[in-house]
């Protein structure tokens, strides 16, 4: 089955990526998004950098976070006035998006707009980032976002071309993607799999009891329930997404983790 997208975003409209990046990889995302919507482009800039060192920039964030300080950002060169669609775009810290961000929708008139979220994680962030603008934008439109691990930012540029047409933000026509089947419990093949994909990464994701699974054209997506003890002994759950390519040599990867 094919899903050919209908443009939601006409000619008439006006659309911008605008962006905070500290290290570059929301920089890289956000480029390839002005490439494949020919959009207007802007960097949000703080008065004063954060430092690039990911110990420095979250004790200083975890500060900024805690006091309700938020930093000081240069004036945009772009007026937000003149744009109908914005895709608002940052790095994930602390399961929201970073504290430029704060600053910005605390100073900027966002009401009637149309906000498209896209961000990179470690691990996840997108729907906790993307509740969190609805809260602080409720005269604004908050609509389906995209994510992308820091690990997979190669993946963003085929991501994006299917993310743009089946939301119908650029023309084309892509396959529908398949469901997931209904969750089932895990076998020794499948907690394998989620073990290749999740035991490299920094923190322990947990043990999954669950999958769902699906076929796409580019391979075989898992979709994981996860239980996880946080380091106070708290018992909680979260879906893993993990995928595994058809190339040949394909190592499994996961996509995001949805807490």
């Keep these: 089955m094919t899903f050919i997208a209908s443009l939601t975003t006409s000619c008439a409209q006006k659309t911008l990526v605008l962006y905070y990046s500290e290290t570059g990889t929301t920089k890289a995302v956000a480029e390839e998004l002005q490439k494949q919507l020919g959009a207007d482009i802007e960097s949000i800039e703080a008065v004063e950098p954060y430092s690039g060192d990911f110990q420095k920039t979250m004790q200083r964030g975890q500060r900024e976070m805690q006091s309700g300080e938020t930093p000081a950002i240069k004036p945009?060169?772009?007026?937000?006035?003149?744009?109908?669609?914005?895709?608002?775009?940052?790095?994930?810290?602390?399961?929201?998006?970073?504290?430029?961000?704060?600053?910005?929708?605390?100073?900027?008139?966002?009401?009637?707009?149309?906000?498209?979220?896209?961000?990179?994680?470690?691990s996840g962030g997108l729907n906790t980032s993307s509740d969190a603008l609805k809260k602080a934008l409720p005269k604004a439109k908050i609509v389906e976002g995209?994510?992308?691990?820091?690990?997979?930012?190669?993946?963003?540029?085929?991501?994006?071309?299917?993310?743009?047409?089946?939301?119908?933000?650029?023309e084309g026509s892509v396959s529908k993607l398949p469901e997931y089947s209904a969750q089932k419990p895990v076998t020794d093949e499948e907690k394998a799999i989620f073990n290749a994909a999740c035991s490299s990464y920094q923190f322990n994701l947990g043990t999954p009891y669950t999958v769902g699974k699906r076929e796409t054209p580019d391979g075989t997506e898992y979709k994981y329930e996860v239980k996880s003890r946080g380091f106070d002994g708290t018992e909680s759950t979260s879906t893993i997404y993990v995928v595994v390519g058809k190339e040949q040599?394909?190592?499994?990867?996961?996509t995001q983790v949805v807490r």
Excluded at 88 to 104: D, E, S, V
Excluded at 249 to 254: D, M
């Design 146 to 170: 995209y994510g992308v691990r820091t690990a997979r930012v190669k993946a963003a540029e085929k991501e994006l071309d299917r993310f743009l047409k089946e939301n119908g933000y650029k």
């Design 76 to 122: 945009l060169k772009k007026k937000i006035a003149d744009y109908d669609v914005i895709f608002l775009g940052y790095p994930i810290w602390f399961g929201t998006y970073a504290m430029p961000i704060a600053t910005l929708v605390k100073e900027n008139d966002f009401a009637g707009k149309t906000i498209v979220p896209f961000c990179t994680f470690g």
């Design 249 to 254: 040599g394909a190592k499994p990867e996961f």
